[in-house]
């Protein structure tokens, strides 16, 4: 079965981590571009981090930028977001995203994406 199921998510204080992974199971994450977006409530969905699996190139949004890193183990078909200094306003529910790429391109818009996985909520609060 051709799925990615995320885990990792939980409630956190603020300045605090948590890692997300991001499994893919079903297909091998080569020439793909991984995607993690997250939704808070009432707002829009937004693309927070991208990786393409070949290249290994990476996109951070500019509210996460120097705090979160992505990185992919291909070993274990795995795709990692580590959080660092949460804040607030990062509680959401993260999803984890992918699509096939030709060279290495990364897409940053959800709607080009056409496998998601089912969401790990991150809450910070103290």
């Known amino acids: 079965q051709v799925q990615l199921v995320e885990s990792g998510g939980g409630l956190v204080q603020p300045g605090g981590s948590l890692r997300l992974s991001c499994a893919a199971s079903?297909?091998?994450?080569?020439?793909?571009?991984i995607g993690w977006f997250r939704q808070a409530p009432g707002k829009e969905r937004e693309g927070v981090s991208f990786i393409s699996s070949s290249k290994n190139t990476t996109y951070y949004v500019a509210s996460v930028k120097g705090r979160f890193t992505i990185s992919i183990d291909n070993a274990k078909n795995t795709v990692y977001l580590q959080m660092n200094s949460l804040k607030p306003e990062d509680t959401a529910v993260y999803y984890c995203?992918?699509?096939?790429?030709?060279?290495?391109?990364?897409?940053?818009?959800?709607?080009?994406?056409?496998?998601w996985g089912q969401g790990t909520q991150v809450t910070v609060s103290s």
């Open positions: 079903g297909f091998v994450l080569d020439y793909y571009v």
């Open positions: 995203a992918t699509r096939r790429t030709r060279l290495g391109y990364l897409y940053l818009q959800s709607y080009e994406y056409d496998l």
